[in-house]
């Protein structure tokens, strides 16, 4: 699976940006779309989370209420609506797909994107 990001850039606080995934090449059962996040001088974070039917959604706590996770599968693209966003927001983001492992329980995150960066000024 290849996973093209796009959509980052600046806004001001209380902005919005809708970033996009779009992957192409076979999946291999990696059908869970997820979106991560890097600031400068931290570790990557989980965002929010996809099930293949869309059914299902997972969000960190620090932005649940403000993102919101969707995917079209006809044109095999994920979206993160951002909303209300927050310097502490600001970080580069990253797609992922993934699927979930019976045996240790988690999701594995097989495939990345290269990553789209978001600034949020204050």
């Known amino acids: 699976v290849q996973l093209q990001a796009s959509g980052g850039g600046l806004v001001q606080t209380g902005g919005s940006l809708k970033l996009s995934c779009v992957a192409s090449g076979r999946t291999d059962d990696n059908d869970e779309r997820g979106w991560f996040r890097r600031a400068p001088g931290k570790e990557r974070e989980f965002v929010a989370r996809?099930?293949?039917?869309?059914?299902?959604?997972d969000y960190s706590h620090s932005v649940k209420g403000r993102f919101t996770i969707t995917r079209d599968r006809a044109e095999n693209t994920v979206h993160l609506q951002m909303n209300s966003l927050k310097p502490e927001d600001t970080a580069t983001y990253y797609c992922?797909?993934?699927?979930?492992?019976?045996?240790?329980?988690?999701?594995?995150?097989?495939?990345w994107g290269q990553g789209t960066l978001v600034t949020v000024s204050s």
């Open positions: 992922a797909a993934g699927k979930y492992s019976r045996s240790y329980l988690t999701y594995e995150w097989n495939y």
């Open positions: 996809i099930n293949w039917s869309g059914s299902r959604t």
